[in-house]
């Protein structure tokens, strides 16, 4: 973990997040449930308001100024999600509603590509968004899902990839870092590994996005996907990168406005990249919105906000662990701000609302991901996840919360 203390000043960072000025229960907010989404600065929600204050419009149809203005909004937004991820073209980038969209594209666009008998990889450690899909395509080709299984630290057992890996392999799906543990998977020998057994590779990236930034070229990855909600965007907006040469073989998704070339009832011919899979009106505001979110983050920079949650997650884990009877789930070196606990003989449940009173938003549950629950043999944790903007102090009160909590319930 780095030591170094990030280059900017959280107490000014904070100023830019109207929300963190509220409070919960008659205490001011901890919000610690950045994992699920993420809050929103000013410049974002101006953004949003200044669309539809003043040039609110239907894109890439009209001639008349304001459709001119909210399409070149709209492309430019797309451009800087290229220029972000870093894609060779800006027509790379399908604007989608979210990582969950994203996926369903993929999982469907392979239905075709998929014969009996063929094999997908996946993780332990997904999210059902990225477990639920890939069995529906499985269903409808014949096709094997296998898992990479995991280790009590909340790791990828990576000599079972190994094993699993043949030429009957033809995906492989993973996310970069797990929601419900944090743990930050080895995405680049996924990868390398992968090709060489000629799979293609899909990266969920909802989670690393927010303290990572991807460089899709240089991971040499054939999808990737994230949401904007996460990244200090609105919800209702994500992205899917996809190789040109992928998404050129891959069916659209979805029939209707937009997304065609010609149409007559004898044949229809597809538009090309990305209309092909952007049917029908899309979140045009949210897609603005999701450009100047990245701008804002880039503000802050990457390698700062990894610095400061490190920072975090160390002072976090330590404090957390002096409460007697904490037991942290996701023990991996290599994870980002995101701590799952439980309690001894206290329902995960019984915590989150108790600290709720205090003021705290913490998740408890099973966190989208059912297979890493039954692997502890748990029925949930109590998730706090740091983001850029919360502090020590924030963390301190966490404690005394829990602290409290177990008093309460033991
Ligand atoms: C949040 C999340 C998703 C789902 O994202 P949506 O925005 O709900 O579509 C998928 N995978 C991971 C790892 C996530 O954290």
Redesign the pocket.
Known sequence: MQKEIAMFDVQKVREDFPILKRTVNGKPLVYFDN?ATSQTPQVVIDAIVDYYSSYNANIHRGVHTLSQEATDAYEIARKKVQQHFNAKHSYEIILTS????SINIIATGFTNLLTKGDEIIVSALE?H??IVPWQMLCERTGAILKVIPMNEEGELVMSVYDELLTERTKLVFT?HIS?ALGTINPIEEIIEKAHKVGAAVLI?G??SCPHIKPDVQELDVDFYVA?A??LCGPTGV?MLYGKEEWLEKLPPYQGGGEMIDQVTFEKTTYAGLPHKFEAGTPNICGGIAFGVALDYMNSIGFDNIAAYENDLLEYGTQKLLEVEGLKIYGTSKNKTSVISFNIENIHPYDIGTIVDKLGIAVRTGHHCAQPIMDFYKIPGTVRASFSFYNTKEEIDALVAAVQKAKTMLS
Do not use: E, L, M, R
């Open positions: 994992a979210g990582t969950t969209h999210h968004s990225n996310n929601n969920d909802a989670q949401s909600h996460k994500g």
